[in-house]
């Protein structure tokens, strides 16, 4: 029985030492590999949060790992001799199959819980799952972020996680936890979800916005000085992609059977939203060629002195003849370009043989376009 | 000669009566034409910041003009024998020359300064110079903003404007001046520029953007909850886009000649990145059908002891064989629906006749798919 009353009697000690006993509890020893970007991010956090970080790649990340206290090796034999007891498998999707054929796990502890962080799910799922022995844990989580979006914090970033294989142990769940506790206290909002459910969300969430910031970075897009602030936020995603490799773009794709169907859906919808252009500029390419009519009908409203001219003598135009800023021609050209052709049977190639009302409108605008 | 030593003395009276004097030499009366959305977001500022503003329109916006101070009419000519001095056009793109026929111009004073606030510059350019009086003051403007994204306050938003013909009198000048002076005031980034060149910058950044977030829109997105950063910026998108008419986007479309170019060049870069997926699927199929590679060939390192297994009875396969985490026949069937087409002549079709190496692994993976 703990005598609680002198603990309250110093509070502060007692906080202090919860604290560290918290802490300590939750120390682990993690082993990270693949240092890339996205390695050294997670790395330098969990530093932070007091874990012990040991790292290994093939490039010699030595002099980085140095500044952030992780001890280094590009040897995987002596990585994994030092018994890490969680495994963070951070290389890029592309490579993820033969880094993990390359590393020496029988040197690992054979309690080892395997973790992998990749950008999609079910494909590192299978593939631990079939080439681990059975004896490992595996966790499957993605942390919706990276150096970009979590480097102000990560409170309220999502952190998307599926416990695929731990053991029943109490140790083996806790270490399972304390792992995913590293991500709750720096303010993730922890979400438990099977990698396919996973991949199926991503694709029309994550791989729709790698795909248009792609798209708009093929376009090349310039900072003008009239944007508006949704042109700026367009800007910054393409930024922010930019950043990226294709390679991830690419295994975003490749590594996740729903993206076709996504990618086939944004462009369908690009279609709809092209069809519906054209079709109001066919619609009122046609009610030129065949009515005469300009593109905005005026409503019929009185206005008994409007032509009469009392003011200052304007006599404008009548709205019906003075309704287009762009000759008829050259909307036929669009809407004609729009469908991919150059000229169209129902558009430019009809207007000169159009009626004389419209051909005379024509002819007007045609000289101050 | 003034007295400063005395108004000294003073600050604070003397701050005040500058005040009320600089504000009252600012205080114009200004009529918006076009009461929707955008008329009532800028009336609502105005009256805020001292002027006397008056509107109509066609519907009864009595009540809201109302609890803003606005006096409304729905009779165009009652509107005009107010004289207001600034005549704010504020229609839709659509409809800007119905509206400007149907106003009672004469009634209004020969002197008086017309705006426009279009989301296009060139056509209402051209259109006030056909249709106006040459005795009324014109200035295009474009405020880059709209409720949406200027609800938290004006302060960085841009606001583009041309001068398109301002009297010499200085009075005339004057008027332009505090009219652009309440942008000014209210924090905006004054941008003097061409309406001709606002319309080929704004083709590239708000018409682009605008089409992004109507194709998003198409595609139904919705929030999930492994949302990234990126992700939650394009929904907002897709809700500014969504909250806008239309009638607004064809307008950007249709009263802008650079935007079928623009079209024309976000419809390449998407082929652009599909292309490029492609052809790495492509690649990785062929690699498959010709050589009986899998996706990822693991890197020669020196492995003694991996494959004797001794990391408690796993012998994980050769990677060589187990790299595929989807069979190469739905590659090839994602490729061919890529390019739009069931079956391409250089992959789907081939995968069954391709080597014996390729096809032990193609059955393999099959099973686990």
Known sequence: ????????????????????????????????????????????????????????????????????????????????????????????????????????????KRSTLFVDVLSVKEFPKRLLLRELPPEVDILCTHPMFGPDSGKGGWTGLNMQFERVRVAREPERQRRADAFLQFFEREGCNMVEMTCEEHDQLAASTQFITHTVGRMLGAMQLQATPIDTKGFQSLLSLVDNTANDSFELYYGLFMYNQNSTEQLDRLE?????????????????????????????????????????GSSGGSSPASP??????????????????????PGGEDGAAAAPTSNGSSNGSLGRLEATS
Chains 1, 2 share one sequence.
């Not at 709809?272 to 593109?295: C, M, N, P, T, W």
């Not at 019906?320 to 729009?338: E, I, K, M, R, Y």
Request: glycine share 6%; hydrophobic share 45%; net charge neutral.
């Open 268 to 308: 369908k919808a690009f279609d709809e939203v092209k069809a519906r252009l054209l079709q109001q500029l066919h619609d009122k390419v046609r009610q030129q060629i065949f009515y005469g009519e300009s593109y905005s009908q005026p409503p019929r409203l009185a206005l008994p002195d409007k032509t009469g």
């Open 320 to 341: 019906a003849q003075a309704g287009s800023w762009q000759s008829a021609a050259a909307v036929a050209a669009a809407a004609a370009a729009l469908e991919g052709q």
């Open 1 to 108: 029985m703990r005598v609680l009353a002198l603990d309250a009697a110093f509070p502060f000690d007692r906080e202090a030492r919860m604290r560290k006993e918290h802490s300590q509890q939750l120390r682990l020893k993690i082993g990270i590999v693949g240092f890339g970007t996205f390695g050294q991010f997670l790395a330098r956090r969990m530093v932070q949060a007091g874990h012990e970080v040991i790292a290994t790649s093939r490039s010699p990340y030595h002099d980085i790992a140095a500044s952030m206290n992780v001890k280094y090796f590009t040897d995987a034999n002596d990585f994994c001799e030092e018994h890490p007891e969680v495994v963070i498998l951070a290389s890029s999707i592309l490579s993820l199959e033969a880094v993990l054929a390359a590393l020496p796990v029988q040197r690992l």
